[in-house]
């Protein structure tokens, strides 16, 4: 090695090392703890400053390029008109409602957070959204129409405030079928004959095996069903249930009009936008996608009723909405809450939802922009089919438990897809009512005494949960 | 180590000595040789593939998932174009080039530099200082390593929030640096194990102490095993998608991945295909050169550290 | 001064006398693990014990072993299901990558082969792309109705395959797009081990009378034997905490057939009523398997040696 470098003796340079990294053991440790009292005093700091001033959090959800125009010119419109809030907006995917639950375990979800009737509904349940009750009365809500502020109830209070209104309706191509179906048997028989126009036509292609179920839960009341009961138990297995699967499985067993094995929605939107396919079962939001596809051929209409029993298919019919997360959720103080609540009016007033309607096709949930949209015909020629469907729709259920229907009827429905020689609807539709309850028992509902901080359709469940389990558990089993 | 196989390739084995003139083993090699082309050509179109793939639908306008087929994937010069690329660069006002891509850069690149200090001086003591404990050191490493990250997301969420390390560049890096750092750690140690005491016992004699000893001799011996454990580090944070998700909802932190997925999600059943391509090629372009001009010391570094 | 003379430092290094300048180095990555990885472990596992959901966000309590009790007897899909895809998923995707990158690195090994620098840059596309990026093309590649796949199968009139639309082949289709992703890295680190077995013991054993693959089942294979058993064990391990892969491509659809345990914690902790107590449960059920797994294969292998 080289001799000429390394002279100097050794033990200052030994002591000058250990005086270095204890003073940077030092350092790291005393600036870590005062980083962390810095911060603990800080929040109270923030919050006690005067109304003057307020800063508010926004997640913006907003899917399309349209939705994101409309939302950003009543942004614009707001800020002018309170200049002394000022609006902190977030966008994009880690805006979701997990997300914003992680967040409030540690007080830091934001002010106002947009999501669908559903998700929302959770969250208010876990405690996380101010009743807003307490702040618009009925003479804001009676605005609004029935369906979507009952999208935004839960035991009387209202947790949100809708600003559209969405559903699934009969797409169908004039060019194969030239005129609406009235009844199921003829929308059945429809498809019958566009099948049997050849290879590579099927009437009413759906992936029941790759889908939450989500389209599917219209069938339920064309049989007397439903998703849950008033107590809000979990209704899967009843025989009226149990029909409506059959009935869409004989649409692949019976008809010949479905095909097992898709593998998503895309596979039924393949067929539908080739023009193979008579019908497709979907909302609004992939209207200009089958617009650009089928042009004039494309029209909408409401599933149709059953003749024999008078009973209609009710697609769910569910309701985006602002929500303002209460000071558990965010630290929020009075004023930052007052803040939130007017945007939330502002974000979905009048203007707003003309600017959705023509930007980005989405349906108000404001009587007032229904009665302009009908004023105004030119936008969407095919408003009258949703006008329709909205006619026969049902309550998007929004009690948490709802959250679990999804999961399980992907469960089951694939079991059922998948294994059809051994499992009958029946075995499917048991297996998705097993699941539900397994997954609520997991989240400790049925441990829980009444005074569980989920609403009391939670508590009555809770005694019906532990009455049936038994017979329940010994079916899955 | 790599140089070796080309070596091989030309030098006369024992082998070819003995087998020439014998015919009928000369042609029994060259079909032998033959079907191992053949193979290694057919798997070599199956590494390539997908990468090819995704460059020429890239530079196809107007491609869609849909509209794939056979002679799209043939390069024709006709149909090539740049506008999946351009419309890139202008998604969201340039947020690529302005965010993303710098924001991934100071992520892994700082991440890499405090990573690799901390495993190097660490790997350095574990290989050749008694330190009493160290077996237990080094089997509770092992056993970390075992454990998904999925396990720590929450109570790091937590602890991360209550730090105000949430929504801020520090929260991301820390975690970032030591992410690969067990692993490094590892590689260090064991390539220094397989150095001699000899180096360093010279250069103290001629008066460094053991510390200048470690870090002026031994350190640049361990260049290889150094920018394998860099490599590493580097991937990880440049790649991340879970854990920002969770840590991040301030869209000027975000990171490519991130941005990928909001690219991609704006619509998810209306993908614009081309574009996507686009943008998997600018992401995983800086890696696969960065990969081809370190091949070199991959091999070598995982030959002799990754055991013994 | 007496402490450096040169037969002093000699004994001095060799004896490797205790110092305490050793824990300075190792003590920056020792708080670092404490911060990231203790800290968080310790709050999972009291998670796991507790009722912490969206239920019970703010006043969760100790509920005792009442998760795993669930998780034992109830949930669904059922711990055993969940357990067997793991093992599925980690199991095939290791013994397929291994053997096939041990074939791959024997074939390219072979003396006298041409090209083979050339076949090795091509083997390095699939590693250098990062993973994020190949596993969304694979997706798009593999749709069943628009996927390029099934669109050039369908050219030698081959029916379309559900690659992720059916439980029985889509843990399949998984394996196969890990093998893409991951066989350079065991082909590089087979070439590397199989480079170091001197050519001259191939030599010996061919003039005993042995052919090819009889000499590298006669030479290579008992020298290589342990350093194949700790590639494939950590492979093992790092496939049972590979997230991406089963994430990115199905996250557990058709129904539940290509859940994992650790894409099914993360579903568990995200989805529209996060669970994070039962996450918990679900990540310390699977650390705990793995370290058993762990445990039983170092008694037959001794990998752990490693360590001394």
Redesign the interface.
């Known amino acids: 090695m080289d001799t000429t470098q390394g002279g100097s003796p050794t033990p200052p340079k030994n002591r000058l090392t250990l005086i270095i990294a204890i003073a940077v053991v030092v350092v790291v440790v005393a600036s870590g703890i005062g980083l962390a009292l810095y911060y603990s005093g800080s929040s109270h700091k923030t919050t006690s400053t005067g109304a003057s001033k307020v800063t508010i959090t926004v997640w913006d959800s907003s899917a399309s390029g349209g939705e994101s125009t409309a939302f950003n010119n009543s942004l614009a419109a707001f800020e002018a008109k309170y200049t002394n809030v000022t609006v902190v907006v977030t966008r994009g995917v880690a805006v979701g409602s997990s997300n914003f639950a992680t967040d409030a375990t540690s007080h830091k979800a934001p002010n106002v957070y947009r999501d669908s009737s559903d998700n929302a509904g959770a969250l208010y349940s876990a405690g996380l959204v101010v009743n807003l009750s307490n702040y618009l009365g009925t003479s804001f809500t009676s605005n609004f129409t029935t369906g979507t502020i009952n999208d935004w109830t839960l035991n009387g209070a209202l947790y949100g405030v809708p600003v559209n209104t969405n559903g699934i309706a009969l797409y169908y191509n004039k060019n194969l079928v030239p005129n609406a179906p009235t009844t199921i048997n003829q929308m059945i028989q429809d498809a019958k004959n566009v099948t049997a126009m050849g290879k590579g036509y099927l009437g009413l292609p759906y992936a029941i095996g790759a889908t939450w179920g989500y389209r599917f839960a219209a069938w339920y009341p064309a049989f007397g069903g439903e998703l849950f009961n008033s107590s809000g138990y979990p209704m899967l297995n009843s025989s009226h249930d149990i029909s409506a699967m059959n009935f869409v499985w004989n649409w692949s067993k019976t008809y010949g009009i479905n095909t097992v094995g898709l593998s998503s929605m895309s596979d039924e939107q393949a067929y539908f936008e080739a023009g193979k396919s008579a019908f497709m079962l979907d909302g609004p939001w992939d209207q200009s996608t089958y617009q650009k596809a089928l042009g004039n051929n494309l029209s909408v209409c409401a599933i149709p009723y059953d003749s024999q029993t008078g009973k209609w298919p009710m697609p769910l019919w569910g309701s985006i909405g602002y929500m303002v997360s209460n000071s558990a959720a965010s630290g929020a103080n009075a004023s930052q809450i007052w803040a939130s609540v007017q945007f939330v009016k502002s974000m979905t007033n009048f203007l707003t939802q003309v600017s959705l309607f023509q930007n980005a096709g989405d349906f108000p949930s404001l009587t007032s922009v229904g009665t302009y949209i009908s004023a105004h015909p030119g936008v969407d020629p095919l408003v009258s089919g949703w006008v329709a469907q909205e006619q026969h729709a049902q309550k998007f259920p929004n009690i948490p438990q709802m959250a679990y229907y999804w999961s399980a009827f992907h469960i089951g429905a694939t079991n059922l897809e998948q294994n059809s020689s051994s499992v009958t609807p029946t075995d499917a539709m048991n297996q998705i009512e097993a699941y539900i309850i397994s997954e609520l028992k997991a989240n400790n509902v049925p441990y829980e005494s009444a005074q569980s901080s989920f609403g009391p359709g939670i508590a009555q469940l809770v005694l019906i949960g532990e009455l049936t389990e038994s017979t329940t558990f010994a079916r899955v089993v | 180590m790599t140089d070796n196989i080309e070596a091989t390739g030309n030098q006369d084995t024992l082998e070819t000595i003995i087998e020439s003139g014998n015919t009928h083993y000369r042609r029994m090699r060259v079909v032998k040789r033959l079907i191992t082309h053949v193979f290694l050509i057919l798997i070599a179109i199956y590494a390539i593939f997908p990468i090819y793939y995704v460059v020429i639908n890239s530079l196809s306008a107007g491609i869609s998932l849909a509209s794939v087929s056979v002679s799209s994937l043939l390069p024709l010069p006709t149909k090539l174009s740049f506008q999946n690329y351009t419309g890139l660069f202008r998604f969201q006002h340039g947020a690529l080039l302005n965010i993303w891509l710098p924001n991934t850069l100071f992520y892994a690149g700082s991440a890499t530099i405090l990573g690799l200090a901390l495993a190097l001086s660490a790997g350095l003591a574990l290989s050749r200082f008694r330190i009493p404990g160290k077996k237990v050191i080094l089997y509770m490493m092992l056993i970390l390593s075992t454990f998904p990250f999925v396990i720590m997301i929450i109570p790091m969420y937590d602890m991360f929030s209550s730090l105000s390390l949430t929504n801020s560049y520090a929260g991301l890096i820390i975690p970032y640096s030591a992410g690969a750092v067990i692993f490094s750690v590892w590689l260090i140690k064991n390539y220094v194990d397989g150095i001699p005491l000899d180096f360093e016992e010279s250069a103290q004699i001629d008066g460094y102490s053991r510390t200048q000893a470690l870090f002026r001799i031994l350190l640049p011996m361990t260049k290889p095993v150094l920018i394998m454990a860099m490599l590493l580090s580097f991937f990880g944070p440049y790649t991340d998608y879970a854990f920002i998700n969770i840590m991040v909802t301030n869209g000027s932190l975000w990171n490519m991945a991130m941005g990928l997925y909001a690219y991609s999600q704006v619509s998810s059943q209306t993908i614009n295909y081309g574009q996507f391509s686009a943008f998997a090629v600018v992401m995983g372009l800086p890696i696969f050169l960065i990969f081809l001009i370190f091949q070199k010391y991959l091999v070598s570094g995982f030959s002799i550290s990754t055991y013994k | 001064?007496m402490?450096?003379s040169?037969a002093r430092?000699?004994e001095?290094?060799?004896s490797?006398?205790?110092?305490w300048?050793?824990?300075?180095?190792?003590?920056?990555?020792?708080?670092?693990?404490a911060?990231?990885?203790f800290?968080?472990?310790?709050?999972?596992i009291y998670?796991s014990l507790t009722?912490f959901?969206?239920?019970?966000?703010?006043?969760y309590k100790y509920?005792g072993a009442?998760?795993y009790l669930?998780?034992l007897n109830?949930?669904?899909?059922p711990l055993a299901v969940l357990v067997w895809q793991t093992f599925e998923w980690s199991l095939g995707s290791i013994i397929l990558m291994s053997s096939f990158g041990f074939l791959?690195a024997l074939?390219?090994?072979?003396?006298?082969?041409?090209?083979?620098?050339f076949?090795?840059?091509?083997?390095?596309?699939?590693?250098?792309?990062?993973?994020?990026?190949?596993v969304?093309?694979?997706k798009?590649?593999l749709?069943?109705?628009?996927?390029?796949i099934n669109?050039?199968l369908g050219?030698f009139g081959i029916a379309k395959i559900?690659w992720?639309?059916?439980?029985?082949t889509s843990m399949l289709s998984l394996i196969l797009v890990n093998l893409?992703l991951s066989f350079?890295y065991y082909t590089?680190?087979y070439?590397?081990?199989l480079?170091?077995v001197p050519?001259?013991l191939y030599?010996s054993a061919?003039?005993d009378g042995y052919g090819?693959f009889g000499s590298v089942r006669k030479v290579a294979l008992p020298l290589l034997k342990?350093?194949i058993a700790?590639?494939t064990i950590f492979g093992f391990?790092f496939t049972?905490?590979n997230?991406?892969v089963p994430?990115l491509l199905t996250n557990g659809?058709?129904?539940?057939?290509t859940f994992i345990l650790?894409t099914y914690?993360?579903y568990e902790?995200?989805?529209?009523?996060?669970?994070?107590a039962?996450?918990?449960a679900y990540?310390?059920i699977?650390?705990l398997i793995?370290?058993a797994v762990?445990a039983v294969v170092n008694r037959f292998t001794k990998m752990?040696s490693?360590?001394?």
């Open positions: 001064m402490l450096n040169p430092i000699k001095n290094v060799r490797r006398k205790w110092d300048h050793g824990y300075l180095f190792i003590l920056p990555v020792l708080a670092v693990l911060f990231l990885d800290y968080p472990l310790a709050f999972g998670y009722d959901s969206l239920a019970h966000i703010f006043n509920i009442r998760n669930f998780i109830g949930n669904i899909p791959l074939l390219m090994n072979q003396p006298g082969l041409r090209g083979t620098r076949y090795r840059t091509i083997y390095l596309f699939p590693w250098a792309y990062p993973a994020f990026i190949t969304l093309i694979w798009g590649l749709d069943y109705n628009l996927g390029f669109k050039f050219i559900y992720f639309g059916l439980p029985s893409w350079p590089f680190v070439t590397a081990s480079q170091s050519r001259e030599d061919r003039m090819t342990r350093q700790f590639v391990i049972w905490n997230f991406y994430f659809s058709p129904g539940t057939s650790i914690t993360y902790a995200t989805n529209s009523l996060p669970n994070w039962m996450a918990s990540a310390m699977s650390v793995m370290l762990v752990m490693v360590i001394y």
